[in-house]
C-alpha cells in the first residue's frame, strides 16, 4: 500500500522505523516480530544484523521463546569455539537470555533470505 505524507510517497511495509535528526530512515523490523516484555520492547532485526556482523556467525534469527529472549545462531566456516562468547559480549544491550547454535535456520521458501519463524519455533519445541 502507497500513500502519501507531506507531498512525500511512502510505502506500507509492516516494519517500524524511524527518522533521524540528519533525515535518515532506520529500520527496526517488523511490527509482528517485536518482542515486548518486563525489559520492554525488542525488535529481532536489530539484534540479528548486529550478530551476523560477528565473525563466524552465518545467520542469525531472534524470538521470544518459553518467556525468555532466544538467539539462534548459524555459524559458518570461520567460526570459532569462542563465537557464543563473542555474541554474548557484543550483544549485551539486547539482554538476550540464552544463545543456541543450531546446524541451520530455516528460511522462507519464497525468499530464501528471511527466516520462517514458524518453523523455528517449531525447531525449538521438540
Known amino acids: 500500500m502507497k500513500f502519501d505524507v507531506g507531498g512525500s510517497r511512502w510505502h506500507r511495509t509492516g516494519d517500524a522505523g524511524y527518522l533521524d535528526d540528519r533525515g535518515r530512515v532506520w529500520l527496526l523490523g517488523r511490527c509482528d516480530a517485536r518482542i515486548q516484555d518486563e525489559r ?41 569455539p569462542d563465537v557464543a562468547t563473542a555474541v554474548d559480549r557484543a550483544l549485551q544491550w539486547a539482554q538476550i537470555d540464552s544463545v543456541k547454535i543450531l546446524p541451520k535456520i530455516p528460511l522462507d521458501k519464497r525468499h530464501n533470505s528471511k527466516v520462517n519463524y514458524p518453523e523455528l519455533r517449531e525447531l525449538l519445541n521438540p
Open 40 to 80: 520492554g520492547v525488542l525488535y529481532p532485526f536489530t539484534v540479528e544484523c548486529a550478530a551476523q556482523q560477528i565473525p563466524g556467525v552465518r545467520r542469525a534469527a531472534t524470538v521470544a521463546h518459553k518467556g525468555r529472549r532466544l538467539l539462534a545462531i548459524e555459524l559458518d566456516h570461520r567460526s570459532s
